[in-house]
């Protein structure tokens, strides 16, 4: 049985299966997120990409680039036109406002009081109504034409310029974001060669042929979005699955795979995407029509197979071609392995059959890892145990549970021993935040012999990166001299290991020990016969009739000390000198201690205290906190009492003279009173001035 070819044809079968089964998607769907890059402004100096000049910078190394930048500030409408204009209309830069054709204004006007006197009359002012129509104000006219030449149409260009820039910006913002929150869910990528076409099933096709994978770097500080290569970019791919299976060009023995790694990520090279997508639509139909320099797509699609340059930036949910992909790289590498597969790989194709003779990849069952070589460094159970001793026996095991039984637990107590026992470990999950859980799990020790990859990103790619350059330092250091240090510490920990297991051993030695003299039968004098626990039952029972013999025979109390006790009797007798026990002999006078609450509280007082000392330390300048420090107490409370009294003084001022106060005080604390003096004295004479107007008006009543 030839398991290597029943392999890579069970392989094929697979994978076709898979691309028959997987729904053709012919277009983008409403919820995907494209970004053509023939609606990008080309003259913009806020967005840059090598698509968008010609001719194009090869040296480049991202796709677009686009910067965020404030929104231009319209000038204030003069205040003459302001009635005759709507705000919105002035915010608008997509639509002209007008002058409207009349307007209601208040005005107030002077008529007779009904009320007053015949003998005393006199006037009220009214506010009333007055209708304002344009064609009675032609100065309106002329400053609404000023104002729209000079200002607001220059303004309107402005924005309409950069509304362009901000719809590019916010639809990258919006890719990102999106790809932020949920990577696993959502791709991106970059399109080019749009194939239009309605097919032989009448579905209408529009879908990029080549595909790369992309990602958005997004500086905060300077608010600036690029657009680059995916860090696990290779190459562009060629893109087929929305073309029925009897549609697709059949590309065995083409140099289309060349041509890709030749491309590279050039893709705003036309000539080389031309011949990419020549060679394609060539051997797709023999009307085909490619133009590669269309850069944006044409409004319907016909019977003829139209492949248009068209760049785009696409943002979609992912599809479910994992599966194929894994098939196809195991096909594309099955003449590699020449049968050097898996152990549970080659027993499935195998069906239940015996595996060939010659087949090295099993296990002796029998050979089985003692309890005292594992190495877990986490908590550990039975079940873990178990786990090591089955994998002696069987090239895979399931481990299953529901959330939260501890499988990421028991994972990482398997990498650490699996590491420690010199085998290699890949682990895998559906999505990066189980395996960012599994890592933080990893002893930190541990965690620096691993590569961790969370995902395809750039920043992903710098941690793989770091994690290289740990190991490789720590092998460094181990080359130049840590192998010995270690070396010993191993023996050292060997050591101490081996004592522990055998007081392990001891103790159940004992224990058994104990449970065996329970159950062992002794014959002693006087005919007593059985267990310990019989024995004591029948001494028991004849309590009575032996019950007046002594306790003890002993003439005196036994010693009331042990050996232990003794010693320390020793060394304090050696401690008590002459000088100590006349201080032991000393009298305490009485005084009540504080409670624990209350010393606590105290303590917490104190800290506080010195927390605040130290934050002013800190804050206060050296001359001004010396001289703090060297004045006498008495002098700083009265400092404190006399800032007290002027804090308050400045409360009352600032209540009755408002932001003035400020600067009085300041000017007296100076020694610059002879100003406010002077307006004192003025304010004063005013005030009795006032005063002896008002009685004179006072008088007239």
């Given at each position: 049985?030839?398991?290597?070819?029943?392999?890579?044809?069970?392989?094929?079968?697979?994978?076709?299966?898979?691309?028959?089964?997987?729904?053709?998607?012919?277009?983008?769907?409403?919820?995907?997120?494209?970004?053509?890059?023939?609606?990008?402004?080309?003259?913009?100096?806020?967005?840059?990409?090598?698509?968008?000049?010609?001719?194009?910078?090869?040296?480049?190394?991202?796709?677009?680039?686009?910067?965020?930048?404030?929104?231009?500030?319209?000038?204030?409408?003069?205040?003459?036109?302001?009635?005759?204009?709507?705000?919105?209309?002035?915010?608008?830069?997509?639509?002209?406002?007008?002058?409207?054709?009349?307007?209601?204004?208040?005005?107030?006007?002077?008529?007779?009081?009904?009320?007053?006197?015949?003998?005393?009359?006199?006037?009220?002012?009214?506010?009333v109504e007055e209708i304002r129509r344009l064609q009675d104000h032609p100065e309106i006219d002329d400053a609404w034409v000023e104002y729209f030449v000079n200002h607001w149409e220059p303004w309107a260009e402005m924005m309409r310029r950069w509304y362009k820039i901000y719809q590019v910006y916010e639809d990258v913002d919006f890719m990102r974001r999106r790809l932020e929150e949920s990577e696993e869910r959502f791709e991106l990528f970059?399109?080019?060669?749009?194939?239009?076409?309605?097919?032989?099933?009448?579905?209408?096709?529009?879908?990029?042929?080549?595909?790369?994978?992309?990602?958005?770097?997004?500086?905060?500080?300077?608010?600036?979005?690029?657009?680059?290569?995916?860090?696990?970019?290779?190459?562009?791919?060629?893109?087929?699955?929305?073309?029925?299976?009897?549609?697709?060009?059949?590309?065995?023995?083409?140099?289309?795979?060349?041509?890709?790694?030749?491309?590279?990520?050039?893709?705003?090279?036309?000539?080389?995407?031309?011949?990419?997508?020549?060679?394609?639509?060539?051997?797709?139909?023999?009307?085909?029509?490619?133009?590669?320099?269309?850069?944006?797509?044409?409004?319907?699609?016909?019977?003829?197979?139209?492949?248009?340059?068209?760049?785009?930036?696409?943002?979609?949910?992912?599809?479910?071609?994992?599966?194929?992909?894994?098939?196809?790289?195991?096909?594309?590498?099955?003449?590699?392995?020449?049968?050097?597969?898996?152990?549970p790989w080659r027993r499935f194709l195998a069906e239940g059959q015996p595996l060939p003779e010659n087949d090295s990849g099993f296990i002796d069952p029998e050979k089985e890892i003692p309890v005292d070589h594992e190495y877990f460094p986490l908590p550990t159970n039975a079940e873990q145990r178990q786990i090591i001793q089955r994998l002696q026996r069987s090239p895979c095991v399931v481990v299953k549970g529901p959330p939260g039984t501890?499988?990421?637990?028991?994972?990482?107590?398997?990498?650490?021993?699996?590491?420690?026992?010199?085998?290699?470990?890949?682990?895998?999950?559906?999505?990066?935040?189980?395996?960012?859980?599994?890592?933080?799990?990893?002893?930190?020790?541990?965690?620096?012999?691993?590569?961790?990859?969370?995902?395809?990103?750039?920043?992903?790619?710098?941690?793989?990166?770091?994690?290289?350059?740990?190991?490789?330092?720590?092998?460094?250091?181990?080359?130049?001299?840590?192998?010995?240090?270690?070396?010993?510490?191993?023996?050292?920990?060997?050591?101490?290991?081996?004592?522990?297991?055998?007081?392990?051993?001891?103790?159940?030695?004992?224990?058994?020990?104990?449970?065996?003299?329970?159950?062992?039968?002794?014959?002693?004098?006087?005919?007593?016969?059985?267990?310990?626990?019989?024995?004591?039952?029948?001494?028991?029972?004849?309590?009575?009739?032996?019950?007046?013999?002594?306790?003890?025979?002993?003439?005196?109390?036994?010693?009331?000390?042990?050996?232990?006790?003794?010693?320390?009797?020793?060394?304090?007798?050696?401690?008590?000198?002459?000088?100590?026990?006349?201080?032991?002999?000393?009298?305490?006078?009485?005084?009540?201690?504080?409670?624990?609450?209350?010393?606590?509280?105290?303590?917490?007082?104190?800290?506080?205290?010195?927390?605040?000392?130290?934050?002013?330390?800190?804050?206060?300048?050296?001359?001004?906190?010396?001289?703090?420090?060297?004045?006498?107490?008495?002098?700083?409370?009265?400092?404190?009492?006399?800032?007290?009294?002027?804090?308050?003084?400045?409360?009352?001022?600032?209540?009755?003279?408002?932001?003035?106060?400020?600067?009085?005080?300041?000017?007296?604390?100076?020694?610059?009173?002879?100003r406010w003096s002077q307006l004192s004295k003025k304010g004063s004479t005013i005030i009795d001035q006032i005063e002896k107007l008002l009685e004179q008006v006072g008088g007239l009543k």
């Open positions: 049985m030839d398991l290597t070819a029943k392999g890579k044809a069970l392989l094929s079968f697979l994978k076709e299966t898979a691309t028959i089964r997987r729904p053709r998607m012919p277009g983008y769907r409403s919820e995907d997120r494209v970004l053509w890059f023939s609606g990008i402004p080309r003259d913009s100096q806020e967005i840059r990409s090598p698509f968008l000049v010609s001719p194009p910078d090869d040296s480049s190394d991202f796709w677009l680039e686009v910067k965020k930048t404030p929104a231009p500030a319209r000038k204030p409408i003069p205040q003459a036109l302001a009635d005759w204009v709507r705000p919105e209309d002035l915010d608008s830069p997509h639509k002209e406002p007008e002058l409207k054709k009349e307007i209601t204004v208040l005005i107030e006007r002077e008529i007779p009081d009904p009320e007053a006197p015949p003998e005393a009359p006199r006037t009220i002012k009214e506010t970059l399109g080019v060669g749009l194939l239009q076409w309605r097919d032989s099933t009448d579905k209408t096709i529009k879908r990029h042929l080549l595909t790369g994978s992309a990602e958005i770097v997004f500086d905060a500080g300077r608010g600036l979005l690029t657009v680059v290569p995916a860090a696990s970019f290779e190459t562009f791919k060629l893109d087929l699955d929305m073309l029925d299976l009897a549609d697709r060009p059949r590309l065995e023995g083409s140099t289309i795979q060349e041509k890709l790694e030749d491309l590279d990520t050039q893709a705003w090279d036309k000539r080389k995407v031309g011949e990419i997508l020549r060679e394609i639509a060539n051997r797709a139909r023999g009307d085909s029509q490619v133009d590669e320099d269309a850069f944006e797509p044409a409004r319907a699609a016909d019977g003829t197979f139209r492949v248009f340059y068209a760049p785009a930036l696409i943002l979609r949910e992912r599809r479910p071609t994992a599966f194929e992909e894994v098939v196809t790289r195991l096909l594309d590498n099955s003449d590699k392995l020449s049968g050097d597969t898996t152990e501890g499988k990421s637990h028991t994972i990482a107590n398997l990498i650490c021993h699996l590491l420690a026992t010199g085998e290699k470990i890949l682990v895998t999950a559906e999505a990066p935040k189980a395996l960012t859980v599994l890592r933080d799990m990893v002893p930190r020790d541990m965690r620096d012999l691993c590569l961790i990859s969370l995902g395809s990103s750039r920043e992903d790619q710098r941690q793989l990166e770091s994690g290289v350059r740990t190991i490789i330092g720590k092998k460094n250091r181990w080359d130049q001299g840590e192998h010995g240090r270690a070396d010993k510490k191993i023996d050292d920990l060997e050591k101490d290991l081996r004592l522990l297991k055998e007081d392990f051993s001891k103790v159940g030695r004992e224990l058994r020990e104990s449970r065996e003299a329970e159950t062992f039968s002794h014959v002693l004098p006087g005919g007593y016969e059985g267990t310990a626990a019989q024995i004591a039952r029948r001494l028991e029972e004849e309590r009575e009739r032996y019950g007046w013999f002594p306790g003890t025979l002993h003439e005196k109390p036994p010693f009331p000390f042990n050996q232990s006790e003794v010693h320390i009797l020793a060394e304090m007798y050696a401690k008590l000198t002459t000088d100590y026990e006349s201080e032991l002999q000393c009298n305490v006078d009485d005084f009540s201690l504080p409670s624990p609450e209350e010393f606590r509280r105290l303590v917490d007082d104190l800290k506080a205290a010195e927390d605040h000392y130290s934050q002013a330390q800190d804050k206060a300048e050296p001359r001004k906190f010396s001289l703090i420090q060297t004045s006498p107490k008495e002098d700083l409370e009265r400092a404190a009492q006399a800032l007290r009294i002027l804090d308050e003084h400045a409360f009352r001022t600032a209540r009755a003279l408002g932001n003035l106060a400020e600067k009085v005080l300041l000017d007296l604390i100076l020694g610059d009173n002879v």
